[in-house]
């Protein structure tokens, strides 16, 4: 995607020093443009639990290409435990995202299925880190082909007047590899000439959509509009929303779709005002096992620092300033679960279904099938509540 006219991934190898994965930072953004060397592990770790790099997709990569610099440091001797252990660590940083563990568990896989020394399973370590990262890619760019139709019909109903699109949190390119997913219809319906326009929530405490999803559509030259957290509603009832699009950290293979903090309360008014409800996922983001999404789903609690402050640019500057009284406690719940029945449909890279177990299996049935292969009936695995595994 474009930085001042560049193209850019938001993470990758650096080009003299494989030894090395580069990341944007994007604590800095928008005021600094910072990219960060990892040479290991540890700093990938600490880069995804302080969230230099952030939303499901990208955290997937940084977890492949992690376990990637794992592989190269780990003592031959004990290769596979070493490498277990620091897929723990990667783990442990955030829980809601669930393409951490998936990438993480990919990667293990991977290794293990190669018979020979610790240079052959740090090959397959690097090999996988670069799929996962192009799938990324891939598939956010496919869900921008099937996602701009729905652009388009609202477009045509609207006889070519502008589209008004509502996004949450960073769904964008910078939350994935390249193009995102909530923001991949976006581009590609800019691109074709469609007028849109599209308004980002603030998404406080760390205010993802004011300072990343603006500046990237800012980037892209998409017309857009930067409003508070709670003015969607306000702008539902009075005509000024025709769909929403958003991203997801982990949605059930039910459709219930976990998201930014504030996600559902966004839905609600838009099932209020009869607006559709999209949400954009590449299948990584799917929990093939989880029924139920607001009983099940691990909500990150993340420090309170993060309420109690406000960060923002400052001559030349990052600096947080205080918001609340000094003996104010605050809590910081990151994210919310939207049921399945207040989402209209899921844009995936196989195409868009409803939100509902039958139609994402009919999507992806290799899901279905692979319960069938391996004897366990679906019905079974289904109604239990973390399935077999
Ligand atoms: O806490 P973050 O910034 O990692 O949150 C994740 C997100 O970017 C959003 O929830 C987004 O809408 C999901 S799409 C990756």
Redesign the pocket.
Known sequence: MNVYGEHYRTIWIKQDDTAVIQIIDQRHLPHKFVVEALPSVDDVARAIKE?HV??????GAAAGYGMYLAALHAPPDSFMDRLTADGEKLKGT?PT?VNLEWAVNRQLEAVQAVNGDAKTKIQAAFDTAQTIADEDAEFCRRIGQHGVSLIEEISRRKHGETVNILT????GWL??VDYG??TAPIYAAHDKGIHIHVWVDETRP?N?GARLTAWELGQHGVPHTVIADNVGGHLMQHGLVDMII????RTTYTGDVG??IG?YLKALAAYDNNIPFYTA?PSS?FDWVMRDGVKEMPI?QRDAAEVHTIRGGHEGTIKAVRLTPQDSPAANY??DVTPARLVTGLITERGICRANEDSILNLFPEKRQRYKEEGVKLTTFLTSPRGNQ
């Not at 952030?54 to 955290?59: D, H, K, P, Q, V």
């Not at 949450?168 to 769904?171: F, L, V």
Request: with cysteine; net charge positive; proline share 0%.
């Open positions: 969230m952030r939303g499901a997709g990208l955290i955030r995202a949450h949190c960073n769904a939350a994935f997913t909530a760390r993802q958003t991203g997801s950290d998201n930014k996600t996922l983001t990150e990151a994210f």
